[in-house]
């Protein structure tokens, strides 16, 4: 499927853009600019002026180079394109988004080109008031602004991310938000316990260089190993994320040193998963972020607070960033008979995930023993 990408210049950035066939953003938008394949449609939106140029095919997949010469480096998301045809341009586009209902922000399906190219073609064309379709809604999620994330499915794009029928499997736009957020392209990514192997999907596709471990791995991607010793060296690792168990409500396998096989009553849990924070502060690199997903737990008519404990832990070796709550779907309590279970005894499920961020700080300068000199100054 081919689909259409909407670049947005100004009058300063859109003769440099015509004149070398390279369309640049910013990282705002370099998550859309990485889903470009070669042979997509490509327009260009001058939003000072209100002209739409198109139609243009893309020569190359989406690029990221932070030394691209073009607007001195600002811009290193980009893809190259060549005219399908002549050259066309329309005015006052931004009418025509607003009754087509779609934003040059929006990725368009084959019919939003198709549609967005006969207009320019024929400015005059007449449009239909039942015109859909046209915007690509799945293909990529949202770059969230606020520490509330939610989205409907586990997996987008064209190609599964993970396993939805593994238990407690890792909604892919999680992973996706974060490294878009704290990573670059070509970055080392570490999921300690991948599970299924989302982290691995998400940043292949994103352009992230990935390496997954599990104590019992689930595919031939995913390196057997205890996330309490991991074979890699001392600040070698862009970003970590860590989807752990919540406890021992989900039995994921019958290995002797899974953490989730002890309940998140008993403190050993969260000392076990203490050591394995030890182990991500060794490996990440100074100034980068772990983001660790956690679900408070209640069960036997008692509540644990298993996130706060988590982040009671972490806060002893890093930095806080945020905390995100991330909604929960597709559970198996998410039924009605749950629901009124809850209702009828007077207890609440889970309606939420923490995603606890955290930094990495920069090592502590050691300037010896430097004798300070106070001076007092009168009014």
């Known amino acids: 499927m081919r689909r259409g990408f909407i670049f947005a210049c100004t009058k300063k950035s859109e003769k440099e853009m015509l004149d070398n066939l390279i369309f640049a953003t910013n990282k705002v938008y ?21 002209i739409l140029y198109g139609t243009f095919i893309s020569t190359t997949d989406g690029q990221y180079d932070n030394s691209i010469p073009l607007f001195n480096g600002r811009y290193p998301y980009f893809v190259k394109v060549q005219p399908k045809t002549e050259i066309k341009k329309l005015n006052n586009a931004s009418i025509v988004f607003r009754k087509l209902k779609i934003s040059w922000r929006d990725i368009l399906s084959e019919r939003g080109v ?3 190219s006969k207009i320019l073609e024929n400015k005059n064309l007449t449009l239909s008031k039942n015109i859909s379709g046209l915007v690509e809604k799945n293909f990529r999620p949202p770059i969230f602004s606020t520490t509330l994330w939610d989205f409907p499915r586990q997996s987008y794009g064209d190609k599964p991310k993970g396993n939805n029928k593994y238990p407690g499997v890792t909604p892919a736009f999680i992973i996706y938000n974060l490294i878009h957020r704290y990573t670059e392209p070509n970055d080392l990514v570490c999921d300690p316990m991948a599970g299924s192997g989302t982290t691995i999907d998400v940043c292949k596709e994103e352009r992230r260089r990935v390496i997954a ?3 019992v791995p689930t595919r031939p991607d995913i390196i057997q190993a205890d996330a309490r010793k991991l074979p890699l060296k001392d600040n070698s690792v862009d970003m970590i994320f860590i989807d752990s168990p919540y406890g021992d409500n989900i ?4 290995h002797p040193l899974n953490i989730g096989n002890i309940p998140a009553s008993d403190e050993k849990f969260y000392d076990e998963l203490e050591k394995v924070m030890q182990e991500c502060y060794r490996i990440l690199k100074y100034g980068k972020v772990l983001a660790w997903l956690i679900g408070d737990q209640w069960a036997k008519k008692t509540f644990i607070p298993v996130g706060f404990k988590v982040y009671e832990r972490l806060t002893k070796y890093f930095q806080p960033v945020d905390i995100i709550c991330v909604v929960r779907r597709n559970q198996s309590s998410n039924t009605p008979f749950w629901h009124s279970k809850a209702i009828q005894h007077n207890f609440y499920l889970r309606g939420f995930k923490y995603l606890i961020i955290v930094k990495k700080e920069h090592k502590k300068q050691n ?3 430097l004798k300070i000199e106070w001076r007092s100054y009168e009014r």
């Open 30 to 50: 370099g998550y859309k600019v990485l889903a470009i394949r070669k042979d997509d449609f490509v327009f260009l939106y001058n939003i000072d002026t209100d």
């Open 114 to 116: 198709e549609v967005l």
């Open 213 to 215: 471990f599990d104590i």
């Open 251 to 254: 039995k994921y396998n019958e």
């Open 367 to 369: 300037f010896g023993n």
